[in-house]
């Protein structure tokens, strides 16, 4: 990459536009920048990265804006650059983002960043630039893919900033990382130790994850256990914790065969008891049933008359039945009747004959007809009225037009001969105008030369002020340049001022060692502090160290309590099912208390119903056998036999009475009876089954009540919940007890890095006050009478701005006095006078081009008045004939309208309008036909209203009532027939069935039957299932038991399995990842892997360095890459980075902190040049043909300068420009191409010596 030009527009500290031509800098090869501080050297180097990149260098970048405050305020920063990179000729044209003024209204707005990039075309023979691209992120791509490097990498290889390199070459390996992993790309690796040290973690967790769930199994096998089993198994559950469970499942199995046992024997006995209690219950039931039979048949007997009762009320209702609609139709006709007198008497006219309404309504029918036929002539007069408003409407137009035209016609002649004369005026002043506008500019170029020959001399004023000024305050600041009474000439104090800049230059150089005075000093601080802090870690992790080993035995002992707690989970949980069991059946016992009252009145009311159907089944069967004669009667057949005496003659058959039952109603009694009996069977059945359970369930809850045993299963469970969350904290406690291990194994490890790095701080201290000594020496000579180097080199600095500023006042005040007598004789006016000729001139020429443009309007106007003049008389003439039509018109359409309305008003009346009068009309013959309609309908509606009354009346005499009110009393609703007919039958079926029960053989030989011992009998069961439920407990415990160890056997196995593979991956993951990140024995440098890396390329950086230091340093001195960590350096992967000196003199290495100013150059310059040679060859061989070196050349003698000179001369060989910047005056002489910046009050400019 090679510079050839470079131009700056309102840029940094440049306000205008300035030009650097590299080409003519660089044909010398070796070229200096030079100017004062401030003035604006490094905006050079940060317009070249802005042209570039789009960004500058460094902190200068986070400015708010880039644009120079001496600018004017519309013009932007601008740089352009054109580079041949790669062999392209590139020009590049950026502008970065400023706030420019509102081209409307006030205030700023922000103008975007703008980049152009072309290429120069050389093979054509035009050479045009041809643009690639405008896009900000395009150029970017672009040119960083030519140049190969980033921003921060173009810095150091093209710019050599020497200041930094100093601190690099004394940094410690964490700063020298910082800065290299900006060059040297080392994500990759980094992201390899990242990597391995998150795997290390995870492998880690996992591993400790998995030992701590095969403890929890262990642990929940003893607990499912309990001490029982566990006493009888001799096994470590630690060493073999496989084995352990195998002989702990054994054990549980052989209690569970044993128990199993037990049960089935217990079992058979139950069985035994149950049923002998279940036959004594059932006959003590049957006696039951039987005593409140004949309770029952007693209560019976007393209901005969309600039964009559209910039966002569039933048969009244269903003749009132019959009777009811003739009633109802009576009461229809009756209401219909009063309406339709009602809605006669409503239309008053109930004396009135319906004819003589008729003859009425007919009357106003005609007139409707007749008055219709006149409705077109009632439309026609509408239409006239009309049209004789719209002719008076045009009449009122046409006379106001009429008035209109005679108004314009009188003033319009006056009007024109006005246009005329304006016409005229003009004119003349249009063709007088170019000698007006002559006039003015000769007065404006008179003022102009007045006002330049005023504005130098109050610049010369000024100037000869500010050289007055400048010259007093630079005596007051340094009298002793005045000592020799000099002149006050330029040359003197441009000499004055390259003296002190000279010793300023020098005293910058020892700057770096007061700063390195500074470092050392923080760094004693440091030092002394760490050091402190390390002696109270030493002292904390001594007090750790005797307090670990109780807290570990302290938690160790608290998990061996807590896991023989846990061990009596299984024992609380049979216990637990035990209360529960008891809790369960006090609840049963309570539901079957109740369920078994409600059984037994099921069982009463299926016993009462059996008894009902019995009972009726006897009636139906005797009744059949009394009219078993009518049923044979009914089969006999004339001619044939009887079937009971033989007889073909029947002479007096028996007659058969309406409700006779036949064998169809003997089985229908049979069947409801044979269901009802059945009912009354399975109601007995689940009374027996219901008592059965209840005594059960009381015998299970050991006759506690609901609340007590509810109680003892809540104490139970809550034991349980508290041993179960003690189980639940089994992990963390041992999680605790590991943690606390590995606490104790860190305090022994830190430890031994504290003692170790205590004798490491203390000998980097005594180094550092050896160095501290040194320093100081050298800046109590230095310094002379100033409290310290750098208030000296500010005061000489000061003193050296005033002395260039004085200088700039004295060149300023010598061109100001020479311009103002070149003009002072060109006019004589004063400015008032020219201003006022000006004025005067400007006056005159806006008169005549006001008047010279109303020139082509004159014109038109008058052509617009002679034409609207001929348009106006033609006008007037044809409104004259429109206006005396328009009278005829409105004449004839008012006689018109007269004729007409006569006609309407005789048809109306007295009404408003002829249809209001048909509307009147309709509305009476409407009426009147209502009204007749109205007396016709209630003469039917009386005579219907009487017929019905009389064929009610007949109904009800026939039905055997007295009266039709009779009838209606005896009507009974259904509900109150349903009521009647249920509560009859219901009487009629308990009586039957009562009689039936009483009659069962089963019920009356219970009766015979001694009463059963009930009590003895449920005791024996009673013993017998609390018996069968122990041992039912007991093996059901001993089941679960199994069961759940072998879950948790299972479990254990998975977990010891899982857990293997993982201590072995977890042991490889850590010594992969110590040995990554430099922190393993095995890595005796304490080197990282990125360190590594970036090791190798500071080694090569480094033998690139040793090829020109050695020529600088006159053979002395050589860099060594060290790979050993530094004393200074804060972790413990710090290694890999190290640099240190060879001194050939000596023989012995040195730390680089040691070397003088001069030597620290000199070896930070040869790092320097090193670092471009690797970079470059890094971002793929990229040639940089235009270098920047930046300061530091006033530290060296004149040897050391010619020998750092030749090697930046070495640096041209292929045609490389390098542009040294300096203060040094004598590189003034010895690098006659320069680049000159100078600065003032109105910002900074450029000047190039080639």
């Not at 001490?227 to 198994?233: D, G, H, K, N």
């Not at 009559?308 to 003749?319: G, I, V």
């Not at 080993?549 to 216990?575: K, M, Q, T």
Request: glycine share 6%.
């Amino acid at each position: 990459m090679r510079l050839h030009r470079l131009r700056i527009s309102a840029f940094g500290s440049f306000p205008g536009v300035e030009e650097v031509d590299f080409d003519a800098l660089g044909a010398a090869g070796l070229f200096l920048i030079h100017g004062p501080t401030g003035a604006g050297k490094t905006t050079v180097l940060d317009a070249v990265c802005c042209a570039l990149y789009g960004v500058v260098p460094g902190l200068r970048n986070s400015a708010r804006t880039l644009r120079c405050d001496h600018a004017p305020p519309n013009r932007g920063p601008e740089v352009l650059l054109e580079a041949t990179i790669r062999g392209r000729r590139l020009r590049i044209r950026r502008s970065p983002a400023w706030l420019r003024p509102k081209l409307r209204g006030q205030g700023m707005v922000t103008e975007n960043a703008k980049v152009i990039v072309e290429e120069l075309n050389e093979k054509e023979l035009k050479g045009d630039w041809a643009g690639l691209t405008t896009r900000i992120d395009e150029a970017g791509d672009l040119i960083g893919g030519l140049l190969g490097m980033n921003l921060d990498q173009f810095a150091q290889v093209a710019m050599l900033p020497q200041g930094e390199f100093a601190r690099f070459l004394r940094a410690d390996g964490d700063d020298r990382r910082k800065l290299l992993e900006r060059l040297f790309s080392v994500r990759l690796f980094t992201g390899v130790e990242k990597w391995l040290a998150d795997h290390r973690r995870e492998t880690g967790r996992t591993e400790e994850s998995l030992r701590a769930q095969v403890h929890a199994a262990v642990n929940q096998m003893r607990g499912a256990a309990g001490s029982a089993l566990l006493a009888e198994t001799t096994l470590d559950s630690d060493s073999d914790p496989l084995g352990w469970s195998a002989a702990l499942l054994a054990v549980a199995d052989s209690a569970a065969r044993d128990s199993a046992q037990a049960c089935t024997a217990s079992e058979t006995t139950l069985d035994s008891a149950r049923a002998r209690y279940d036959q004594a219950r059932a006959l003590a039931e049957r006696r039951h049933r039987h005593a409140d039979a004949v309770l029952r048949h007693d209560e019976l007997e007393s209901t005969a008359e309600e039964r009559a009762d209910l039966e002569t009320l039933l048969a009244e209702a269903a003749a009132a039945d019959r009777v009811l609609p003739l009633i109802l139709q009576h009461d229809q006709r009756t209401a219909l009747a009063r309406a339709a007198i009602a809605q006669a008497e409503a239309v008053q006219v109930a004396d009135v004959a319906p004819e003589e309404l008729a003859v009425l309504e007919q009357d106003r029918r005609d007139e409707i007809a007749r008055l219709n036929q006149l409705e077109p002539e009632d439309a026609r007069l509408t239409l006239l009225r009309t049209d004789r408003t719209e002719a008076a409407r045009e009449l009122l137009s046409l006379e106001k037009t009429e008035h209109e035209i005679n108004d314009r016609l009188a003033v319009l002649p006056d009007d024109l001969q006005e246009a005329e004369l304006r016409r005229t005026a003009s004119h003349h002043a249009a063709t007088t105008l170019p000698l007006a506008e002559s006039a003015h500019e000769a007065a404006e170029s008179t003022l102009n030369k007045v006002r330049h020959r005023d504005s130098l001399a109050r610049s010369l004023t000024q100037a000869q002020a500010s050289q007055r000024a400048l010259l007093l305050a630079l005596e007051q600041a340094a009298p002793h340049l005045f000592l020799d009474q000099e002149p006050f000439s330029e040359s003197t104090l441009a000499r004055w001022e390259r003296r002190c800049r000279e010793e300023a230059a020098r005293l910058q150089e020892l700057g770096s060692e007061e700063a390195r005075l500074g470092v050392v000093r923080d760094g004693l601080r440091s030092l002394r502090s760490e050091v402190e802090r390390f002696g109270r870690a030493e002292v904390e992790v001594g007090a750790r160290m005797a307090e670990l080993p109780g807290e570990f035995a302290a938690a160790a002992a608290e998990l061996g309590e807590l896991r023989s707690r846990v061990a009596e989970i299984p024992a609380v949980e049979a216990r637990c099912l035990t209360a529960r069991g008891r809790f369960d059946a006090a609840l049963r016992r309570e539901e079957l208390a109740d369920e078994l009252a409600e059984a037994e009145e099921v069982r009463r009311a299926a016993t009462d119903e059996a008894q009902v159907m019995l009972d009726r089944l006897l009636a139906v069967r005797q009744a059949r056998i009394d009219g078993m004669a009518a049923e044979l009667a009914a089969s006999l057949v004339a001619g044939e036999a009887c079937a009971v005496c033989g007889s073909e003659a029947h002479p007096a058959p028996a007659e058969s009475f309406a409700d006779a039952p036949g064998a169809e109603d003997e089985e229908a009694a049979q069947a409801d009876s044979d269901g009802a009996q059945s009912a009354r069977e399975a109601a007995e059945s689940r009374v027996a089954a219901v008592a059965s359970r209840l005594e059960s369930a009381a015998d299970q809850a050991d006759g506690l009540p609901v609340g007590d045993a509810e109680a003892a299963w809540t104490a139970e469970e809550d034991m349980l919940s508290g041993l179960r969350a003690l189980a639940a904290t089994e992990a963390d406690l041992a999680a605790r007890v590991e943690t606390s291990r590995g606490e104790l194994e860190s305090a022994r490890e830190r430890a031994g890095e504290v003692r170790r790095a205590l004798a490491e701080l203390r000998a980097e201290e005594a180094a550092l006050l050896g160095e501290q000594d040194r320093i100081v020496a050298r800046l109590d000579e230095a310094r002379g009478d100033d409290a310290s180097v750098a208030e000296r080199r500010t005061r000489i600095v000061s003193e050296a701005d005033l002395i260039s500023s004085a200088a700039d006042a004295v060149a300023g005040a010598a061109n100001a006095q020479a311009a103002y007598d070149a003009v002072r004789d060109t006019v004589d006016l004063t400015e008032e006078d020219a201003v006022r000729a000006r004025t005067d001139a400007g006056l005159e020429l806006a008169r005549l081009r006001m008047t010279a443009a109303r020139e082509p309007a004159d014109v038109r106007e008058v052509s617009q008045l002679t034409a609207e003049l001929a348009d106006l008389e033609n006008r007037a003439r044809q409104n004259a004939i429109d206006l005396a039509s328009a009278r005829t018109r409105a004449e004839q359409l008012a006689a018109d309208e007269n004729r007409l309305a006569e006609i309407i008003e005789a048809a109306c009346g007295d009404d408003p309008a002829l249809a209001a009068r048909m509307s009147r009309l309709a509305i009476e013959a409407d009426r009147l036909r209502a009204a007749s309609a109205a007396l016709r309908s209630a003469a039917s509606a009386e005579a219907e209203r009487e017929t019905a009354h009389e064929a009610a009346v007949r109904a009800a005499l026939d039905a055997g009532f007295r009266s039709v009110e009779d009838a209606r009393a005896a009507v009974r609703t259904g509900a109150e027939r349903t009521t009647m007919t249920d509560r009859l039958n219901a009487l009629r079926d308990e009586h039957a069935a009562i009689t039936a029960l009483l009659s069962d053989p089963e019920l009356l030989a219970a009766a015979a039957e001694p009463p059963p011992d009930l009590a003895r009998l449920a005791e024996e069961r009673d013993q017998a299932e609390h018996e069968h439920e122990d041992r039912t407990s007991t093996r059901d415990q001993a089941r679960h038991r199994h069961d759940h160890l072998t879950a948790l056997a299972a479990d254990l196995a998975t977990a010891v399995k899982r857990r293997v593979p993982a201590e072995a991956a977890h042991l490889l993951a850590r010594r992969m990842a110590e040995l990554a990140n430099g922190t393993s024995t095995d890595n005796q440098w304490d080197m990282a892997l990125s360190a590594y890396v970036l090791g190798e390329r500071l080694r090569q950086v480094v033998d690139a360095a040793n090829d020109r230091l050695t020529h600088m340093s006159g053979g002395r001195y050589l860099l060594q890459y060290d790979k050993r960590r530094s004393a200074a350096s804060r972790t413990r992967s710090g290694g890999g980075l190290g640099l240190r000196v060879l001194d050939a003199w000596t023989g012995i290495d040195r730390d680089p902190a040691t070397l003088s100013g001069g030597e620290s150059f000199i070896t930070s310059l040869a790092l320097a040049l090193g670092l471009a040679d690797v970079v470059t060859a890094e971002a793929g061989g990229t040639e940089i043909g235009t270098l920047f070196v930046d300061e530091g050349f006033g530290t060296l003698d004149e040897e050391t300068l010619d020998d750092v000179l030749d090697i930046l001369d070495s640096l041209r060989q292929g045609g490389r420009a390098v542009g040294v910047i300096s203060h040094v005056p004598e590189l003034r002489t010895r690098i006659p191409t320069q680049l000159h910046v100078r600065k003032s009050r109105t910002g900074s400019t450029l000047t190039t010596h080639a």
